[in-house]
């Protein structure tokens, strides 16, 4: 490969090895999307049965919530895949920096934010109000954090999966209008599931596939 | 007054290496080998030249048992490359003009 070059075929190297790391997705890139989209949606679909459970067995369906207790270690989890992934990966762009940097951002605004509406609810003994926020509020912070990766990524399905955050998040607080008794937040945790398997379930899918044909 | 094009980036497999390096973090040698289709001799050895201008810092480092070498391109390397592209770009305007 060691001969000398035109100037033409020495711009055609730098625009071809620009795009080559500018396309650049990784085996497996889609991982976590899939991991968190199926924690997600599985644990929102259990609440919603224990919810129906407690509530036939006449106990507070208030407990049914516990189950998101399942998060930590899911965290844990998701923490030890992306240290090995990073560990193995030949590769790291700005893009893979950017990306990690917006869901760590969104992480962080997740527990503030479960801080201030257990804090406010408890000092306020106000219940039902605040937690009716929490779905619709998690659901919008997770469009955002996808919108930004959509647009970093220049990946289409994601830009689909912030639609799809966002309207679930208005489709959240509308549910809490039309259903009454209580039963908005069932709804609510329905929404939630079905924006996770449309919204990071399907994107993570296809990215995979992406990233399979690219290293073909 | 044209610049002379740099002639330790004016080499197909050097300034394959520089352009994949100037879009990412960093990257493998593993990476850069697939990526440039090059031998993995032919690879050292301008790695090697590229480190020695100054233009890039590796790292060597372990995965495991298997030895893993990390290229990642340098300020040093970022403004000779700038330039590079700089001078390509006016001995192509200047051949446009001249035609």
């Not at chain 1, 899939?34 to 129906?52: C, K, T």
């Not at chain 2, 994949?20 to 040698?29: N, P, Q, S």
């Not at chain 2, 031998?39 to 810092?57: F, H, P, T, W």
């Given at each position: ?16 090895m620009?795009?080559?790391a ?72 700005h ?122 | ?8 980036l004016?080499?197909?497999?050097r300034?394959?290496i520089m352009s994949l390096l100037i879009g990412v973090e960093e990257a493998?040698?593993?990476?850069l ?14 790695i090697?030249?590229l480190q020695?201008a100054g233009y890039i810092d590796v ?11 990390i290229c990642r391109i340098n300020r040093v390397g970022i403004e000779a490359f700038n ?17």
């Amino acid at each position: 490969m060691e001969t000398k070059f035109t100037e033409q075929q020495s711009l055609k190297v730098i625009s071809e090895m620009i795009n080559r790391a500018r396309n650049n997705v990784q085996k497996g890139a889609g991982i976590f999307m899939i991991f968190w989209g199926w924690m997600v949606a599985i644990a929102a679909l259990l609440n919603v049965v224990l919810i129906y459970i407690l509530w036939r067995i006449s106990v507070s369906p208030s407990y049914s919530f516990h189950i998101w207790w399942i998060m930590l270690p899911a965290w844990i989890v998701s923490f030890i895949l992306k240290r090995k992934i990073d560990r193995s990966a030949i590769v790291k762009t700005h893009i893979d920096n950017v990306i990690s940097s917006v869901w760590m951002a969104f992480g962080i605004s997740n527990v503030i934010f479960l801080i201030i509406i257990f804090g406010l609810s408890y000092s306020l003994q106000v219940y039902d109000y605040f937690f009716y926020m929490i779905n619709p509020i998690i659901i919008l912070l997770t469009g955002i954090g996808e919108f930004v990766t959509a647009k970093v990524c220049r990946f289409r399905p994601f830009l689909y999966g912030a639609i799809a955050m966002w309207t679930g998040s208005l489709a959240c607080a509308l549910a809490v209008m039309l259903f009454k008794n209580g039963n908005g937040v069932l709804v609510q945790f329905i929404i939630l599931a079905v924006c996770m398997i449309i919204g990071f379930v399907v994107p993570g899918y296809k990215l995979n596939k992406l990233a399979e044909n690219n290293h073909v | 007054m044209f610049k002379d094009l740099n002639p330790l980036l004016h080499s197909q497999l050097r300034l394959a290496i520089m352009s994949l390096l100037i879009g990412v973090e960093e990257a493998d040698f593993v990476y850069l080998r697939e990526q440039t289709g090059a031998s993995a001799g032919n690879l050292s050895v301008q790695i090697d030249k590229l480190q020695e201008a100054g233009y890039i810092d590796v790292e060597k480092t372990f995965r495991g048992k298997m030895p893993r070498t990390i290229c990642r391109i340098n300020r040093v390397g970022i403004e000779a490359f700038n330039e590079y592209v700089q001078a390509l770009q006016e001995y192509l305007n200047k051949r446009g003009m001249n035609k």
